[in-house]
């Protein structure tokens, strides 16, 4: 039998005596006073003004158990930290006793007693009262070092957070995070809404998306790759300013970088182009940092960052000369610039285009130099099918993508708001993405409420999980995700 197996046998033992001596090891409540915080909050204020002691009921997991004699003493963990327990086997029945005798640690309790500070100066509760909650008959990570392996911490999600403290405070901060930008674009007079997830055609990015079948319509639908066509279908609808944050899927790679399924802020508003959505971009970026983290820097990847702005505008053209040595505009076919990266002993996807060989030019040499807060602005038309073409120039478009620390993170248009250009330009897609994409279809349905008139108007999409991984100076976007996409163990 293995080790696991042993001990998972014997709390199942326990288990089992626990029952015949007429205890509930899963009752359906517990009255806690107090969080553990709360209970050392408390003690403090009694010191200061000499009071006497007083009565708490506090629960969480066991964590540690400590016996010395008659007198054990045992931590335990809840949603806002720890607290020391101590319990005296001459103030507790038989019963008690017994219950404490057969604990373990994961196990989750409860109990009522004084809290006090120990010589040691620990702030303790004295227990009256133990109370079995949930016995756990998977044991913890071994001696309490935490969960170590990687893939294992991302399986078992639950067990990262019961032992990592770390792990606990990466997701708290993506929780701020995302209150941070709900207060910042509701200040703003945003309105907040809610797109389809399953929808007719995947419009809004280029990205191979999920199928899934609707069995009662007989119909094909995919996730969304981006809220984008539905979120300008409400500009058009009348609402100036609206935003949603929500899951985003895309049945692509996976990467230190990438999860087929991510969070994304989308917003739009009205009267607005690119540059009024840069500068609220770096605003928000900033507010988020110094609401959650309190700072005007951050330090990633070995990297000090400055987010105050305004942050470094460069021209996409401009920046991939300077990094690379390559004029895109001189080379403006697929051969012509295929063979050009060819020779410079780059490896090169025969079934890319134009606009994706840019691509992978900006990702190779430019992406990894921005490491502090940089605008790329004014990409070709070719990339950038919902965008607006900049006055005086037919082949660049009102778009900018943001990077910090050597990464994207956010990308916006001055938006297309010309139905049959915007009826042209998907056509032209459709053709060049046919081998490559699932998606085929052309949104007629948003063709069709472009051609009702919408305002000129400015949209951004900003990846929430790497905002989190600079803010909490993680290199993987896994660590941010509570449950990223794992292969299936064999």
């Given at each position: 039998?293995?080790?696991?197996?042993?001990?998972?046998e014997?709390?199942?033992?326990?288990l089992?005596?626990?029952r015949?001596?007429?205890i509930?090891p899963y009752?359906?409540?517990?009255?806690?006073?107090?969080?553990?915080?709360?209970?050392?909050k408390l003690?403090?204020n009694?010191?200061k003004?000499?009071?006497?002691?007083?009565?708490?009921?506090v629960?969480?997991r066991?964590i540690?158990?400590?016996?010395?004699?008659?007198?054990?003493?045992m931590?335990?963990l809840d949603?806002s930290?720890?607290?020391q327990?101590m319990?005296?086997?001459?103030l507790?029945?038989?019963l008690?006793?017994?219950?404490?005798?057969?604990?373990?640690?994961?196990?989750?309790?409860?109990a009522?007693?004084?809290?006090?500070?120990?010589?040691?100066g620990?702030?303790?509760?004295?227990?009256?009262?133990i109370?079995?909650?949930?016995?756990?008959?998977?044991?913890?990570?071994?001696?309490?070092?935490g969960?170590r392996?990687?893939?294992l911490?991302?399986r078992q999600r639950?067990?990262?957070?019961?032992?990592n403290p770390e792990?606990?405070k990466?997701?708290?901060?993506?929780s701020k995070?995302?209150t941070?930008?709900?207060?910042?674009?509701?200040q703003?007079?945003f309105?907040?809404?809610?797109?389809p997830v399953?929808?007719?055609?995947?419009?809004?990015?280029?990205?191979?998306p999920?199928i899934?079948?609707?069995?009662?319509?007989?119909q094909?639908?995919y996730l969304?790759?981006?809220?984008?066509?539905?979120l300008?279908r409400l500009?058009?609808?009348?609402?100036?300013?609206?935003?949603?944050l929500?899951r985003?899927?895309?049945?692509?790679?996976?990467s230190?970088?990438?999860?087929?399924?991510f969070?994304?802020?989308?917003?739009?508003e009205?009267y607005?182009?690119y540059?009024?959505v840069m500068?609220?971009?770096?605003e928000l970026i900033f507010?988020?940092?110094?609401q959650?983290?309190?700072v005007?820097?951050?330090?990633?990847?070995?990297?000090?960052?400055?987010?105050q702005?305004?942050?470094t505008?460069?021209?996409?053209?401009?920046?991939?000369?300077?990094f690379?040595g390559?004029?895109?505009?001189?080379?403006?076919?697929?051969?012509?610039l295929?063979?050009q990266?060819?020779e410079?002993?780059?490896e090169?996807?025969?079934?890319?285009?134009w606009?994706?060989?840019?691509?992978?030019?900006?990702?190779t040499?430019?992406?990894?130099?921005?490491?502090?807060?940089?605008?790329?602005?004014?990409y070709?038309?070719?990339?950038?099918?919902?965008?607006?073409?900049?006055?005086?120039d037919?082949?660049s478009?009102?778009r900018?993508?943001?990077?910090i620390?050597g990464?994207?993170?956010?990308?916006?248009?001055t938006e297309l708001?010309?139905?049959?250009e915007?009826?042209e330009?998907?056509?032209k897609?459709?053709?060049?993405?046919?081998s490559?994409?699932?998606?085929t279809?052309?949104?007629?349905?948003y063709?069709?409420?472009?051609e009702?008139g919408?305002?000129?108007?400015?949209?951004?999409?900003?990846?929430?999980?790497?905002?989190?991984?600079?803010?909490?100076?993680?290199?993987?976007i896994?660590?941010v995700?509570?449950?990223p996409?794992?292969?299936?163990?064999?």
């Amino acid at each position: 039998m293995s080790r696991l197996k042993a001990i998972t046998e014997q709390r199942r033992q326990k288990l089992t005596k626990i029952r015949k001596i007429g205890i509930n090891p899963y009752p359906n409540f517990y009255r806690r006073t107090h969080t553990t915080q709360e209970v050392i909050k408390l003690l403090d204020n009694l010191e200061k003004s000499e009071s006497k002691e007083t009565l708490v009921s506090v629960a969480g997991r066991l964590i540690a158990h400590r016996r010395m004699g008659q007198i054990s003493f045992m931590d335990i963990l809840d949603g806002s930290g720890k607290i020391q327990l101590m319990s005296d086997k001459s103030l507790l029945d038989e019963l008690q006793q017994e219950l404490i005798r057969e604990l373990d640690t994961g196990d989750i309790i409860g109990a009522n007693g004084k809290v006090f500070r120990t010589k040691s100066g620990e702030p303790t509760v004295n227990i009256n009262t133990i109370t079995l909650l949930a016995k756990s008959i998977q044991p913890l990570p071994e001696k309490w070092h935490g969960l170590r392996d990687i893939d294992l911490r991302y399986r078992q999600r639950y067990v990262d957070l019961i032992s990592n403290p770390e792990t606990r405070k990466t997701f708290r901060l993506r929780s701020k995070v995302i209150t941070t930008i709900r207060q910042f674009l509701n200040q703003r007079g945003f309105l907040e809404v809610e797109t389809p997830v399953l929808q007719p055609s995947a419009g809004g990015a280029l990205a191979r998306p999920f199928i899934t079948h609707h069995h009662t319509l007989g119909q094909d639908f995919y996730l969304r790759i981006a809220p984008e066509l539905h979120l300008k279908r409400l500009i058009i609808g009348g609402f100036d300013k609206v935003y949603e944050l929500g899951r985003i899927f895309r049945n692509e790679g996976i990467s230190t970088k990438h999860n087929p399924e991510f969070t994304m802020l989308e917003s739009y508003e009205a009267y607005a182009d690119y540059n009024d959505v840069m500068t609220m971009l770096e605003e928000l970026i900033f507010a988020i940092t110094k609401q959650v983290k309190g700072v005007d820097e951050i330090h990633y990847d070995n990297h000090t960052i400055n987010l105050q702005p305004p942050w470094t505008r460069l021209g996409l053209r401009e920046a991939i000369m300077k990094f690379s040595g390559i004029d895109y505009m001189q080379y403006t076919s697929k051969d012509l610039l295929s063979t050009q990266m060819q020779e410079m002993g780059l490896e090169v996807d025969p079934s890319k285009n134009w606009a994706h060989l840019v691509d992978d030019l900006l990702s190779t040499f430019v992406e990894p130099k921005l490491i502090q807060p940089t605008f790329l602005v004014d990409y070709p038309v070719a990339m950038s099918p919902l965008a607006k073409t900049k006055p005086g120039d037919d082949h660049s478009v009102e778009r900018f993508e943001a990077f910090i620390g050597g990464m994207e993170i956010a990308n916006a248009f001055t938006e297309l708001n010309d139905p049959l250009e915007q009826r042209e330009r998907f056509i032209k897609q459709q053709v060049e993405y046919h081998s490559n994409v699932e998606n085929t279809k052309v949104d007629e349905g948003y063709l069709v409420a472009l051609e009702h008139g919408m305002p000129p108007t400015g949209g951004l999409g900003i990846g929430i999980d790497r905002v989190v991984m600079l803010l909490t100076n993680q290199t993987s976007i896994r660590e941010v995700i509570l449950f990223p996409q794992l292969r299936d163990m064999a």
